[in-house]
């Protein structure tokens, strides 16, 4: 049995609680949030408190909270020498203060607070100072039936760059192609298909292989036909610079 | 039954011909294309030829042939009065020789030559000059379990400009991805389920929900670290912009 301690309420605080709940393997000790309103629909199931002092024994502290604020509340917290990990992808292991062992457990995915999310699809990025602590970390990400990947600092970061690509920007994609769409009284729905099987292609197939349309076969006159029909200033800009990322990308001459 | 001649032997051509023999409701007449040796494999499941001469009678013509080609090769038909498609997203219906009823079959999907490809999964825009002839456009979309929509040549032009921005410029996001995961050796696959469960999530949610990340956070440090990670002036560029574009959607404030 594997006991954490959870400090924050936010989205991966909360997916976080929820998955060790479902697990035999951990036991959550107590769930801290300074605000403790936020915690209070889980009252029966955890031990909630706002008072660092009240935090129990446990062989993890998961500091789940915003980036700004884990220097602060590491340096805050009344013990030395227990295994603390924050759960950033931008945020180096040593902003934790050094009192506490320390370490990263940084979920891939995206946790928006409505979604149902099953762990076996978040990869883990596991990071520690000490080696017997990425022991604890891994039993953890099992107990979780998570993947889980010994990550660097220097690749984390990377990752989560990466992640900013291939969701953040994936998403405003969708978004600009909802806005399109609706301007001209397209049903959204036709597009979802189209939406999955670009995501799904490339699971087993290299996303340099799978790409197809205008800008890779260089057809000129549907590139000027789309740019013609595009209004918003941002989205032709958009259209203009990843044609030609792709273009660069498969050697095909710049527009 | 409906009874169809295929022209062409591209992508598209060929997962339809694959979607007609696997339904009983449907009969390939003919598969033609110029060059006949790209049907040699097919010549025992169906009557192949290059010759125009010989295409036999049916009651749907596909010309599922490039952009470019569909007003010679449709002006070079040696019948007057059937009806013939096109399945181009981004050539007008009128660009088929007058001689015949004119329609489009424009399937929005990702048709790459190796993939297995679902027809329920392909949704169908139909569009046709003469409205008998569109009941036989959607007993064909059925007759291979394709949802079908009844789009307007504007329309269609603008869902083929959508489905640019959602698979290949997406695609291109996922490629700069991979590109930037490479180069720190970081496995692809730690990122695969991010990519599946941002096209989920807007299955469900309006991409406009779904967002999340440092630019709609307005995390301006997160953002200026990950500005100066990037090495490579285009990608540079495509974070600035999509980036801004994420602000501007959301009213968040300018870069």
Redesign the interface.
Known sequence: MISVVILGAGNVATHLFKAFTKSDEVQVKTWYNRDIDKLKSYKNDVYITNNLALLKEADIYILAVS??AISKLSSALPFENKFLVHTSG?VSVHTLDKKNRRGVLYP???L?K??EIDFS???L?LETLEKTDLKTLKNLAEAIDS?Y?K?ST??R??????????????????????E??DA????FN??????????????N????L???????RN?E??IK??LK??ENE??K???R??T???Q??HGRKKL
């Open positions: 980036d700004d931008s891939i995915q995206t928006s409505d979604a699809n978040v990869p990025c993947p990947y990550i220097e690749q970061l990377t990752l989560h760059l990466v992640a900013i690509f291939i969701n953040n920007f994936t998403n405003q994609l969708y978004r600009i192609g909802h399109i769409a001209k009284h397209i049903d036709i597009l979802k298909p189209l939406i999955l099987e670009t995501a799904n292609k490339v699971q197939m290299s996303p340099y799978a790409q197809t349309g205008p800008a890779i057809d006159k549907t036909k789309h029909l595009l941002n989205y800009e958009i259209y610079l990843l030609h990322s792709i660069q990308t």
